[in-house]
């Protein structure tokens, strides 16, 4: 059965920078054959897809409200996937979740999907 944890979440000051990662296990297929998003959820709100990666076929997508501020980087050998979050914002305060699937991105969002697997979450917290 196939797990995700997330970690490396925190308190930080706006203008700051975070590490997230998600790392997996019980995998069925190679690490880079899975789809891996980030989504973010702040109290009162609806969750919101952050990123959406798959090395194999070298996809990689953010939202516009973290483009160029947050990259993702792939350890395929530790089944672990990393949200460096820079220049954070006290509108980045949120959960975030990591998830991953076997489908592509464009297949779970254009279908509008959800994804298979999912972990509890970090909380990430920016001060102003």
């Known amino acids: 059965q196939v797990q995700v944890v997330e970690s490396g979440g925190g308190l930080v000051e706006a203008g700051g920078s975070l590490r997230l990662s998600c790392t997996a296990s019980g995998l069925t297929l190679t690490f880079d054959a899975y789809t891996v998003g980030w989504f973010r959820q702040a109290p009162g709100q609806e969750r919101e897809g952050v990123s959406c990666?798959?090395?194999?076929?070298?996809?990689?997508a953010y939202a516009d409200s973290v483009k160029d501020r947050f990259t993702i980087s792939q350890d395929n050998a530790q089944n672990t996937l990393n949200l460096q979050m820079n220049s954070l914002k006290p509108e980045d305060t949120a959960m975030y979740y990591c998830a991953a699937d076997p489908r592509s991105c464009a297949f779970i969002s254009a279908l509008k999907l959800k994804f298979g697997t999912w972990g509890q979450g970090t909380q990430v917290t920016v001060s102003s």
């Open positions: 990666s798959r090395r194999s076929g070298g996809s990689i």
